[in-house]
């Protein structure tokens, strides 16, 4: 399945990332510890550590919707009967669609890309219009503009509607059977 | 009749939060009971960047918030933390209630998106250190605990030291477990949490003061009506002001009962930081450009 | 409605953080207040912008690699030598490491994490039920918050004003009553139920375990020694504490495959989202209640209902038992730790610490307590075992928790003692 095929791949692409940026903060908090006991510590670390953790949380969190092993209440599911727990399992797939579906509005509401367009990219003239503040915010210590952390917000949107699609249209055709393609890090 | 919302970081019987509570009755009482408004403490709705970011949409009304986040915003509010503006509490308190700072606030609805209704307090700061502190010379190379804003940052870069952001929260472990050595903080704090505990060394330095700000959402202001404005304006802009005397009028206290703890105490002025002022002045005129010549004139003109 | 809506997202098996998401949605829509959408994604954002919460991540791996190094393996080993002789060794072994945990740890949902992977495998492997293995690691995971350092203590403090110094002393005595009642618990059911019967072992065999867990000993030893000294945050202490399990299992032990060091950090990433993600719905989630002023309205009723402290703290128990099962520790706390202290200090002169101990300790219990209960699920997600099963495991464990409780209520020397 073509769009099955996708997800995964992008879910692949988001672990993977999501890895990196572990190994990012605990590389970040290990140079904290060291140039502190050296009396040289380096402001901006903590703020910058802190935002790999929210990254890394966001893009995982999106791949464990593609997978379907966010942490869940499933005892009613393991008490009925097989086809009802079937409907059980399309319910989630469209809840989970409708929430990212809702997360994408929210981002959109957010950065306003079209009216930012109409403002001429021009902040000032933006925030003007539209009192949305969104790309004057400051980082505190990292001297970039927030709003590019920020851009983990839709890429999670975006990412969870894409693999919210994939599998419910894999479970609506009944191609479920396929899900099982092991990706590093699965549980045995 | 309006519901309104105002939220501050500030616990229930913290003085800016008494303050907020009595403008929530009274606006109560003045509007005929048309008008409500439930105060949030404690940071029940963010801290002060999310607060700000609330009042911005309109899904926050009012917020009552230190002039270090407005800084962080619009630059020319950096003005304020200028080293020794003020000699003492009082004369921060002098300084506050002029009208060349309250011309201040009409540029905030266009640069931050809300309302300045007028000017609170919360002491001057302090200098607490793990070890003794005997000159600036003792600070070079110091871990101090800083609020995290521009202005403090470079004072203490100026100083040689390594400013270390960090939430209010944290402070009382960084400072007993040796992640800072020093923290920047007013009285009040250092004597609630007991800093001493932890620390040899209180320096009274009243090197920066610490001004509050009160705020009502740009975009819900616009939906006012010219009375609704005028009575919030009064109201609101009375309840923050007290909290003026209240500073000064507390802030001896919370100093002595600091060197009642057998800490070592030592009292110091401007000549201590030797060159870090005019460092930070360097900076500072650039980024705040009229502003901090306006108040430093202003200071000139309020000092006793 | 908005219950009805949480009742059936919940119940419909739908990820837990969504039904948070969806229900905060739900209310914003239905009480009018679409304003807040604006900045809902930013909200999602801001809920976990916390240096704290990279403890989570970083114990994590501590715990995989560990794990990973046969680390975890040798200190449970060489804790056999001492304990292991007797029925049920190992679930007192349990008990005993999370109890070390405790102090190294400030979050309990981040310890149950990663007390299940160690202590689970070890105990079925040993021929105890899964489910009884999971819910004893569930069960010492909330000696986390109360045996210091706590990040609820911490926020806490902050809320009451109180030194967090004074308040992580105030959590001592009850974590160690707790703690042997937990103890208590599990010699109750092992004579109920037959545990497994381990075997001393002979003294060469009991020497080499001790040599082999020599270095692993280290981690611990980094951990409390890093935040006692000084030289660290409990966040630096886990880095460390991962480096040197890290170094140790590959270098000294020679059991991490550094090809198998990718897929470390891909699980250490995929649990810690889970967590982290829950913590950001539950801050959205508390962001409208809040908004709504509900926790307000919930502490005045309780207010109206006696003036003797003893009942208050008995009806104030009772009412976060509740709230702790809807709502995530920290973020409970947060929404009410500000309406009810005024409250109990003010109206019913009840002593902060002795109030802060309680209220942290109903809180981390919710954490237990379906239908939503981090810990209850982070245990069974790392255990593979079914919650259901393992909460009903879990319950001569609550009940103890809830005597506790009352003994917390009735003498408040219990925590106000050591200060
Ligand atoms: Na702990
Ligand atoms: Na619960």
């Known amino acids: 399945m073509f769009l099955k095929r996708i997800s995964r791949a992008w879910a692949r692409a988001e672990l993977a990332a999501a890895a990196a940026l572990a190994v990012a903060i605990t590389g970040l908090i290990l140079t904290n510890v060291v140039t502190r006991a050296m009396n040289n510590s380096i402001f901006w670390i903590d703020e910058l550590a802190i935002y790999a953790m929210i990254w890394m949380a966001f893009l995982a969190a999106s791949a464990s919707l593609a997978h379907r092993d966010a942490i869940s209440v499933t005892f009613l599911k393991e008490v009925l009967p097989a086809p009802a727990a079937r409907w059980i399992d399309i319910f989630v797939d469209v809840v989970v669609l409708g929430f990212a579906l809702a997360m994408v509005h929210f981002c959109w509401r957010w950065f306003d890309p079209i009216d930012f367009a109409r403002a001429g990219f021009d902040v000032i003239a933006f925030q003007g219009a539209t009192f949305n503040f969104i790309y004057s915010e400051p980082t505190m210590t990292i001297s970039v503009s927030k709003v590019w952390v920020w851009m983990v917000m839709p890429l999670f949107a975006l990412g969870a509607t894409l693999h919210a699609v994939a599998n419910l249209v894999a479970r609506l055709s009944g191609a479920e059977t396929a899900e099982a393609i092991p990706l590093p890090g699965d549980r045995p | 009749a309006e519901d ?19 403008f929530a009755e009274q606006l109560a009482e003045a509007s005929g009971g048309a008008h409500s408004v439930e105060v949030f403490p404690a940071r029940q709705l963010g801290n002060e960047a999310e607060m700000l970011q609330l009042m911005q949409t309109g899904a926050l009304d009012m917020a009552i918030i230190t002039v270090a986040e407005i800084s962080n915003r619009a630059p020319e509010f950096g003005a304020f933390y200028a080293p020794f503006l003020a000699d003492d509490i009082a004369h921060a308190g002098r300084i506050l209630r002029t009208d060349e700072t309250r011309a201040l606030l009409d540029s905030l609805p266009g640069t931050v998106g809300v309302v300045g209704i007028g000017y609170g307090m919360a002491g001057l700061r302090q200098i607490v250190g793990r070890g003794p502190l005997e000159s600036a010379a003792d600070l070079d190379g110091l871990k101090v605990r800083i609020t995290p804003f521009e202005p403090i940052r470079d004072f203490y870069v100026a100083l040689g030291m390594a400013p270390t952001p960090m939430p209010l929260p944290d402070v009382y472990d960084a400072l007993a477990n040796g992640q800072v050595d020093a923290v920047d903080m007013d009285a009040e704090i250092i004597w609630l949490q007991r800093y001493s505990d932890h620390a040899q060394t209180m320096l009274e330095t009243n090197h920066m003061m610490f001004p509050a700000v009160a705020l009502v959402s740009a975009r819900i202001w616009a939906g006012l009506s010219e009375e609704d404005r005028a009575m919030i304006s009064e109201l609101l802009g009375a309840a923050i002001d007290s909290t003026i005397d209240s500073y000064v009028a507390q802030d001896p206290v919370w100093l002595a009962d600091i060197a009642g703890t057998g800490i070592t105490y030592t009292a110091v002025d401007a000549d201590f930081f030797a060159d870090a002022t005019a460092a930070w002045d360097a900076i500072w005129s650039e980024r705040a450009g009229d502003t901090l010549t306006t108040l430093r004139a202003v200071a000139d003109a309020t000092r006793e | 409605m908005t219950a009805a809506v949480f009742g059936l997202l919940l119940f419909g098996a739908v990820p837990i953080a969504l039904v948070l998401v969806i229900s905060a949605i739900w209310y914003i829509q239905s009480s009018g207040n679409e304003v807040l959408f604006d900045s809902f994604a930013q909200q999602l954002f801001a809920g976990v912008e916390s240096y704290g919460l990279m403890a989570i991540p970083l114990f994590m791996l501590t715990g995989e690699l560990m794990n990973e190094g046969g680390l975890t393996k040798r200190l449970i080993n060489a804790a056999r030598v001492f304990v292991g002789g007797f029925r049920g060794g190992l679930a007192y072994i349990n008990l005993l490491a999370n109890m070390f945990m405790a102090a190294i740890i400030g979050s309990a949902a981040s310890q149950i994490a990663v007390m299940s992977r160690a202590m689970v495998p070890e105990m079925e492997r040993e021929g105890y039920d899964r489910s009884f293995a999971a819910a004893t690691t569930a069960a010492g995971g909330l000696l986390s918050p109360i045996i210091p350092p706590s990040m609820l203590f911490v926020i806490y403090g902050v809320l009451a004003q109180v030194p967090i110094g004074d308040m992580f002393l105030a959590g001592i005595l009850p974590g160690l009553i707790l703690g042997a009642a937990f103890c208590a618990v599990i010699t109750a059911i092992g004579l109920a139920r037959g545990f497994p019967k381990g075997g001393w072992m002979s003294r060469p065999e009991a020497l080499r375990a001790l040599r082999d867990c020599a270095p692993a000993a280290l981690i611990p030893v980094a951990i409390v020694g890093g935040i006692l000294l000084g030289i660290a945050t409990p966040t630096e202490s886990a880095a460390v504490a991962s480096l040197i399990a890290f170094l140790i299992g590959w270098l000294l032990y020679g059991e991490i495959k550094l090809s198998h060091l ?104 919710g954490l237990l307590t379906p239908p939503v209960g981090a810990g209850l699920y982070i245990a069974a997600a790392m255990s593979q075992a079914k919650p259901t099963d393992i909460f009903r495991e879990l319950l001569p464990f609550i009940l103890v928790v809830m005597v506790v409780l009352v003994m917390l209520s009735y003498w408040p020397a219990i925590t106000t003692a050591l200060i």
């Open chain 2, 4 to 22: 309104f919302r105002l939220g501050l970081l500030t616990p229930p019987q913290h003085m800016w939060t008494l303050a907020a509570n009595s």
């Open chain 3, 262 to 365: 990718a897929e470390v950090f891909v699980r250490t990433a995929k649990n810690a989202s889970l967590v982290i993600f829950l913590v950001a719905a539950a801050n959205v989630f508390g962001l409208v209640i809040v908004y709504e002023a509900i926790p307000q309205q919930l502490a005045e009723r309780l207010s109206a209902l006696t003036s003797n402290p003893f009942v208050f703290l008995l009806i104030l128990n009772v009412g976060l038992l509740l709230i702790g099962m809807v709502l995530d520790g920290i973020s409970a706390l947060i929404l009410i730790g500000p309406i009810l202290l005024p409250i109990a200090t003010g109206i019913y002169d009840i002593d902060p610490y002795q109030l802060g101990v309680i209220m942290c300790l109903n809180l981390v219990l």
